[in-house]
């Protein structure tokens, strides 16, 4: 069965409009990425290696920091490109802050992830169009007690 030229016509722009559409999200998640870098200070010269080094001894605070400064770093390459492949932005950023590739590779999984920052298409990389903040995901529920307590669990043996 072959399609008429109207039909054809009519696929091209629903398809020219899911992409105008997918570059407009692209854009707004791009806008509140930068916002973050500016209210954390990422990718400032001096500030951020800085920052890095200083926690190198708390593994947990120097990978939420490492991560945050590397979703900065492929947010600004990606800005001017669209779109990456994934050792281009590794290789520089390891260059720059002196972390492993193999250490990035877990970054990549984690912004990559459904609703993170970035989209991963086979080895390339973009900005995502479907990026949600993660106290606006609906895994959450809001508590129906007013009280901020955090229940204690005890284990133990009987």
């Known amino acids: 069965m072959t ?3 109207k039909q054809m016509a009519d696929e ?3 398809g020219d409009k899911l992409l105008k559409d997918a570059k407009k999200k692209q854009a707004l ?3 509140l990425l930068k916002e973050r870098a500016k209210q954390y200070k990422l990718g ?3 500030v951020s290696t800085k920052r890095l080094n200083g926690l190198r001894n708390d593994l947990p605070a120097f990978s ?3 991560q945050l400064e590397y979703v900065e770093h492929a947010r600004r390459v990606l800005e001017k490109s669209g779109a990456l492949h994934i050792d ?3 290789n520089r950023f390891s260059r720059l802050f002196g ?3 193999a250490t990035l590779k877990r970054y990549i999984k984690t912004a990559t992830a459904q609703g993170g920052p970035l989209a ?3 080895d390339m990389i973009m900005i995502s169009s479907s990026y949600v903040e993660p106290d606006d995901d609906d895994y959450w529920w809001e508590d129906d007690d007013d009280d901020d307590d955090v229940p204690t669990f005890l284990v133990g043996r009987e």
């Open 3 to 5: 399609k008429s030229v």
């Open 12 to 14: 091209k722009r629903t």
């Open 29 to 31: 998640v791009n806008d």
């Open 44 to 46: 400032v010269k001096g």
């Open 64 to 66: 939420k920091m490492a």
């Open 88 to 90: 281009i932005i590794n």
């Open 99 to 101: 972390i492993s590739v």
């Open 120 to 122: 991963r298409m086979g």
